[in-house]
């Protein structure tokens, strides 16, 4: 047989057994009686094992030898050194220690919980040790260009370094720093919604929203979950949400923002589906896709001057709000403990808080028994508040207690793509017209055509680069933040 077309078929199947997980975990999140969890992690462990297994015979080897050997076009090529990347990641971590932090995690997150909930760190400690020491084994063994951090950056925004991750944070930390400052001395005062909102009324709305952004409601659902997320891909994209009585605001920017997810995932081109083409280029620029659509769109004025008549007529407690104080109301910024819950201005700098901890962390410099400290030192110096317990500090994330290490960074690079890739967009079709006038469609076909239907076929560097023409700068999102605020809040930035 073909080596390509073989190789494409141990790809399909891999493929398919992330589908049946996706599905299962989706399971898992929303309808899944409680008893079924032991069952549930059984199955789910089984489908792991079996597609490691199926992408690191020697064969997947020897076929991508073979076609390394040959001139491969473009699209081919792409899949090559993708398929290439999950080999050589995978083949490199021993099977035991892929079973030790399968054995781990589960009571690391365990502790986790109980640690939040009673605020204490150091019932967590002894697991985040662990979970650090299987963390660093990975990295050793799956090799780093410069420092661990590299290796497990790696995983969720690949071709990228630390360094110059750090390199483009710095800047933008230092720019962001005077910016919140200057919006916090001038704070107006704060806009309030309150009343009822019933959940019925507000995802038949959402819903309406969705559908005018693309998502096929045939190729998804809208479900409830504590937290809200995306999962699945193609025909079967399905996005959660939390709603709450009180306050539209939550359910309404998580179903865009999960809805930005979905769309990109539900743009992968037909032909490319169950190859890495068919698949997200990385975690930032998939958060740059629902970050695009919640903060930029979602939370823009032009947006709300077509949705705003129809959300103030169906919600009684909007009807003493005008637009304006409505549009202040969605816009708040104010520095705050939890990063979930921080605007589009401060979110960053949690991010920025967590990135310079996690590379001190594993280059050495911060002990575990630090992390309490040294969290709430950084939140005094760059947001000027002080956690007043690790519940709402260092505790308050689960990705450490799962082993993501390097998985925040991706959220501030999708802050910053989505920024650039906005202005791009706006060089070639007029967006705040068309959102003005409930048009979004023209908005996702750009997205289609630039980043979705390319799947993976450039790192994010080069999409970037191929879609602005330029490198990853963080100008765009600064130049956004203070001409809107600047706006909002009648200062210059
Ligand atoms: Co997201």
Same mark, same amino acid.
């Given at each position: 047989?073909?080596?390509?077309?073989?190789?494409?078929?141990?790809?399909?199947?891999?493929?398919?057994?992330?589908?049946?997980?996706?599905? @299962?975990?989706?399971?898992?999140?929303?309808?899944?009686?409680?008893?079924?969890?032991?069952?549930?992690?059984?199955?789910?462990? %089984?489908?792991?094992?079996?597609?490691?297994? +199926?992408?690191?015979?020697?064969?997947? #080897?020897?076929?991508?030898?073979?076609?390394?050997?040959?001139?491969?076009?473009?699209?081919?090529?792409?899949?090559?050194?993708?398929? /290439? +990347?999950?080999?050589?990641? +995978?083949?490199?971590?021993?099977?035991?220690?892929?079973?030790?932090?399968?054995?781990?995690?589960?009571?690391?997150?365990?502790?986790?919980?109980?640690?939040?909930?009673?605020?204490?760190?150091?019932?967590?400690?002894?697991?985040?040790?662990?979970?650090?020491?299987?963390?660093?084994?990975?990295? &050793?063994?799956?090799?780093?260009? *410069?420092?661990?951090?590299?290796?497990?950056?790696?995983?969720?925004?690949?071709?990228?370094?630390?360094?110059?991750?750090?390199?483009?944070?710095?800047?933008?930390?230092?720019?962001?720093?005077?910016?919140?400052? /200057?919006?916090?001395?001038?704070?107006?005062?704060?806009?309030?919604?309150?009343?009822? %909102?019933?959940?019925?009324?507000?995802?038949?709305?959402?819903?309406?929203?969705? /559908?005018?952004?693309?998502?096929?409601?045939?190729?998804?659902?809208?479900?409830?979950?504590?937290?809200?997320?995306?999962?699945?891909?193609?025909?079967?994209?399905? !996005?959660?949400?939390?709603?709450?009585?009180?306050?539209?605001?939550?359910?309404?920017?998580?179903?865009?923002? *999960?809805?930005?997810?979905?769309?990109?995932?539900?743009?992968? @081109?037909?032909?490319?589906?169950?190859?890495?083409? #068919?698949?997200?280029?990385?975690?930032?620029?998939?958060?740059?896709?629902?970050?695009?659509?919640?903060?930029?769109?979602?939370?823009?004025?032009?947006?709300?001057?077509?949705?705003?008549?129809?959300?103030? /007529?169906?919600?009684?407690?909007?009807?003493?709000?005008?637009?304006?104080?409505?549009?202040?109301?969605?816009?708040?910024?104010?520095?705050?403990?939890?990063?979930?819950?921080?605007?589009?201005?401060?979110?960053?700098?949690?991010?920025?808080?967590?990135?310079?901890?996690?590379?001190?962390?594993?280059?050495?410099?911060?002990?575990?028994?630090?992390?309490?400290?040294?969290?709430?030192?950084?939140?005094? +110096?760059?947001?000027?508040?002080?956690?007043?317990?690790?519940?709402?500090?260092?505790?308050?994330?689960?990705?450490?207690? !799962?082993?993501?290490?390097?998985?925040?960074?991706?959220?501030?690079?999708?802050? @910053?793509?989505?920024?650039?890739? %906005?202005?791009?967009?706006?060089?070639?079709?007029?967006? *705040?017209?068309?959102?003005?006038?409930?048009?979004?469609?023209?908005?996702?076909?750009?997205?289609?055509?630039?980043?979705?239907?390319?799947?993976?076929?450039?790192?994010?560097? &080069?999409?970037?680069?191929?879609?602005?023409?330029?490198?990853?700068?963080?100008?765009?999102?600064?130049?956004?933040?203070?001409?809107?605020?600047?706006? @909002?809040?009648?200062?210059?930035?």
């Amino acid at each position: 047989m073909d080596p390509y077309k073989e190789l494409m078929n141990v790809y399909d199947e891999v493929s398919t057994i992330g589908d049946i997980s996706s599905l @299962l975990g989706w399971d898992q999140n929303t309808y899944m009686p409680r008893k079924a969890a032991a069952g549930r992690g059984t199955q789910s462990a %089984f489908l792991s094992k079996l597609a490691h297994r +199926k992408i690191t015979v020697p064969r997947v #080897g020897s076929l991508l030898e073979r076609l390394e050997a040959e001139p491969l076009d473009e699209v081919k090529s792409a899949v090559v050194r993708e398929v /290439r +990347k999950i080999y050589t990641r +995978k083949t490199s971590i021993p099977e035991e220690l892929e079973a030790e932090i399968a054995r781990s995690e589960p009571l690391s997150m365990q502790a986790w919980v109980d640690a939040k909930q009673k605020k204490d760190f150091s019932i967590f400690a002894p697991h985040l040790e662990r979970v650090l020491e299987l963390k660093k084994q990975v990295a &050793e063994k799956v090799g780093y260009p *410069e420092i661990p951090y590299d290796a497990l950056l790696e995983e969720y925004e690949p071709y990228t370094r630390t360094a110059q991750v750090k390199e483009v944070f710095e800047r933008l930390r230092k720019r962001l720093v005077p910016i919140i400052e /200057r919006i916090s001395e001038t704070q107006k005062d704060e806009v309030h919604i309150k009343g009822e %909102f019933k959940p019925e009324v507000q995802e038949n709305f959402y819903k309406r929203i969705l /559908r005018d952004m693309g998502y096929d409601f045939e190729a998804g659902r809208l479900d409830t979950t504590e937290h809200p997320f995306t999962i699945g891909t193609g025909d079967d994209t399905r !996005i959660t949400t939390h709603y709450y009585a009180d306050d539209p605001r939550p359910a309404l920017f998580s179903c865009i923002h *999960e809805g930005g997810h979905a769309l990109y995932e539900q743009g992968f @081109l037909k032909e490319n589906m169950h190859t890495p083409l #068919g698949e997200a280029c990385s975690l930032g620029i998939h958060e740059s896709q629902s970050r695009m659509w919640e903060n930029l769109i979602g939370r823009s004025l032009s947006f709300w001057k077509h949705y705003y008549p129809e959300i103030h /007529r169906i919600f009684p407690a909007l009807s003493n709000i005008p637009l304006e104080r409505f549009y202040r109301a969605v816009n708040t910024v104010r520095p705050s403990l939890i990063r979930v819950e921080a605007d589009e201005v401060t979110y960053n700098m949690h991010i920025l808080i967590r990135f310079e901890l996690e590379i001190e962390i594993f280059n050495g410099k911060l002990g575990v028994s630090e992390i309490p400290g040294a969290w709430n030192d950084k939140y005094e +110096k760059y947001l000027g508040i002080v956690p007043e317990n690790d519940g709402v500090g260092c505790l308050q994330d689960i990705h450490w207690s !799962i082993g993501a290490f390097g998985y925040f960074p991706t959220y501030t690079l999708g802050n @910053l793509y989505a920024s650039q890739f %906005f202005d791009a967009m706006k060089r070639e079709i007029d967006v *705040e017209g068309l959102l003005e006038n409930g048009q979004l469609l023209p908005v996702l076909s750009w997205l289609r055509k630039n980043v979705h239907e390319r799947g993976k076929l450039y790192p994010a560097s &080069e999409l970037v680069r191929v879609v602005t023409g330029r490198e990853l700068d963080e100008s765009h999102f600064i130049d956004h933040v203070k001409r809107k605020y600047g706006n @909002l809040y009648g200062i210059s930035l």
